[in-house]
């Protein structure tokens, strides 16, 4: 290297050349000219020395070298150290300066989490938020009677599937089919909360809790109450004072005074605290003043409520004929029917009229229909052995997905995710009477209609259709 282009070095800032030098960056003639600089340059010298001595010491505590001996006093051994040095070991320097980057984009992504913790925890009130895809769906409104609902930023559209949120019914009367299994007369003005698919909130206004027969908890809470049910029929009124008047008609609830305010949007989650509790039997009706304690007591009356038989679902609009199981081929329905290879079996019955199945027996026949909301299924059923599953459904390719295929159970001792209870309410043996509104769960063009006896241990199930008949009716009547 010619002295002129020591000189060039010399004028750079040595701290520079030396961390250059450190790092394995200067070219061969640079590395031989500042080489050359720390022979004839004392400064210079000692400058890399307590430099090669800091940077020793700082890969020293990342664990990277051992600890280099006092450099300051080893001057006669400079051309050994220097000619050691592996340029391909990245200084310490160089690894604390990334780190630095590092933290500054963890605390930035910190600083964006807690930005949105803050937006979650203030949350902007949004009817999407109740729309059907963005929740599982807790209930259904099967049919209206004049009902008139209050569209609000809170309320939600009760043309699908209800999930957790509010409805406003200014006036009218609706019935709400729970996926819980139970089903609630509601009438306007009322102002209804819905928690989960057994759960829901009466703010104001009155309801009835109707059909259900068999076993299974609902809870129902106000501002200061809260009245768990294992399937009772009762009436509850809750007036603008907040005052709450409950009326027992079958079965037995448990009130408990709740310590709770309802949330702006109900959520699954939300339950109240009990604080006491009494048993209020059928026949009895008890009046709570607006902070949740007893003022009186009185005879139940079932008359102040809507009714069941006030929402019973149309007739037939003139003789629809029922479907002639004779004329149609009875198949296997996907791979359900004799799952694991249990035996399953079907024989027709009522001259054509009735379909009965057994075993763990899943069968179909083609009807190719489309079902509208207005769509309503009725039929007779009846069973000598209870399975897991009795039911029916609808499906376009017979192929069964439990995600997309809905199935309507009447009976059985199973219950399983996605298939609602708040149909399955036969006892007993003798056959009864189903009308389903079906169009409010399932629409569109389906070519099947199968029907099971779903036993996956004995395939012992049995179940018997007849009189099978599907028609329009209108659904607000």
């Known amino acids: 290297m010619n002295i002129n282009s020591h000189d060039h070095e010399e004028q750079k800032d040595p701290q520079q050349i030396i961390s250059a030098f450190l790092d394995g960056l200067l ?92 937006m979650e925890s203030h949350p902007t009130p949004a009817v999407a938020q109740f729309d059907s895809s963005d929740g599982v769906p807790a209930a259904m409104i099967i049919e209206e009677h004049d009902a008139v ?147 009186t007591r009185q005879l139940a009356d079932r008359s102040a409520f809507p009714t069941r038989s006030q929402f019973s679902v149309a007739d037939p609009p003139g003789d629809i004929p029922a479907i002639n199981f004779s004329e149609h081929q009875i198949k296997p329905y996907s791979f359900q029917d004799g799952q694991y290879e249990l035996p399953t079996d079907y024989q027709l019955i009522e001259q054509g009229k009735g379909l009965r199945l057994w075993g763990n027996a899943w069968k179909t026949i083609e009807i190719n229909r489309e079902i509208t909301p207005d769509t309503v299924i009725e039929f007779d059923f009846r069973c000598a052995h209870e399975g897991q599953i009795h039911g029916f459904g609808f499906d376009s390719d017979n192929e069964y997905d439990a995600q997309t295929n809905y199935v309507f159970q009447i009976y059985g001792y199973e219950a399983r995710p996605g298939i609602g209870q708040q149909f399955n309410t036969y006892t007993g043996t003798d056959w009864k009477r189903f009308r389903i509104r079906v169009g409010r769960y399932h629409v569109g063009k389906q070519r099947y209609l199968y029907f099971l006896a779903d036993e996956d241990v004995i395939a012992r199930a049995e179940s018997q259709f007849r009189n099978v008949r599907i028609y329009e009716a209108p659904t607000n009547q």
């Open 149 to 295: 609902w209050e569209q609000t930023e809170w309320t939600q559209d009760v043309s699908k599937p209800l999930v957790p949120g509010w409805l406003k019914l200014k006036s009218g009367r609706a019935l709400i089919d729970f996926l819980g299994g139970t089903t609630i007369a509601l009438q306007g003005p009322a102002e209804l909360g819905l928690n989960a698919n057994n759960r829901a909130y009466l703010k104001s206004g009155r309801l009835a809790v109707v059909g259900t027969s068999r076993t299974h908890e609902f809870t129902l809470t106000t501002e200061n109450l809260t009245i768990l049910s294992q399937s009772a029929n009762f009436g509850l009124i809750v007036n603008p004072e907040k005052q709450a008047e409950l009326h027992v008609f079958e079965g037995s609830v448990t009130v408990s005074q709740s310590q709770s305010q309802p949330d702006e949007q109900p959520t699954q989650n939300q339950v109240s605290v009990p604080v006491d509790s009494i048993k209020v039997e059928a026949g009895q009706s008890i009046v709570f003043d607006q902070s949740g304690q007893e003022v």
């Open 27 to 118: 070219t061969e003639e640079e590395n031989q000219s500042f080489l050359a600089s720390l022979e004839s340059d004392e400064a210079i010298r000692n400058l890399f020395l307590e430099m090669m001595n800091t940077d020793s010491l700082l890969q020293w505590e990342q664990g990277q070298t051992e600890p280099l001996p006092d450099l300051i006093h080893a001057s006669s051994e400079i051309n050994a150290v220097t000619t050691n040095i592996d340029p391909g070991v990245v200084s310490a320097r160089k690894q604390l300066a990334m780190m630095r980057y590092a933290l500054g984009a963890t605390i930035a992504i910190c600083v964006c989490l807690v930005g949105l913790l803050i």
